[in-house]
């Protein structure tokens, strides 16, 4: 155990936060999203959500402020009538832990996907919300 660094955080999601560089990003990703398949790394967390994991990540990691979003949500299917509170909780914690990089946009499901492959790591959680995977962009430490 560490002081200031929130338990949520296993050694090896903490690895890899740090391994992060400036413009990498990082899928968090709900229970239904196929991580194992598209992961270059895999953190598991499973039985955890993705709120409190964003919670506990943003506060060690920078969003990057030199693009307009530095956060992106998977987009709901055109025609699925599933509703995502959850999106305006994630807004919530952003806004909280950053206030200059807080635009969030949102990706059609399958370039969402294609956006996931290139990502750095995804760490599959146990989140049952549905449409509830985001992306985070890592900006720099001032």
């Not at 990082?26 to 709120?51: K, M, Q, W």
């Not at 370039?111 to 985070?136: H, P």
Request: net charge negative.
């Amino acid at each position: 155990m560490l002081k200031g660094i929130p338990s949520i955080l296993s050694p090896e999601l903490l690895k890899i936060l740090m391994e992060m560089g400036h413009g990498d990003e990082i899928v968090l990703a709900d229970g239904n999203f196929p991580s194992a398949a598209y992961a270059r790394r895999l953190a598991r967390c499973d039985g955890h959500g993705v709120p409190e994991l964003l919670e506990a990540i943003l506060q060690l990691f920078p969003l990057d402020p030199y693009v307009a979003c530095p956060v992106a949500l998977m987009q709901v299917v055109p025609g699925d009538t599933v509703e995502t509170p959850i999106w305006d909780t994630y807004k919530a914690i952003v806004n909280k832990h950053e206030t200059k990089a807080n635009q969030v946009e949102n990706i059609e499901r399958f370039a969402f996907y294609e956006r996931a492959k290139l990502a750095y790591a995804v760490v599959a959680t146990g989140e049952a919300a549905l449409y509830a995977n985001i992306i985070l962009k890592k900006g720099v430490v001032v």
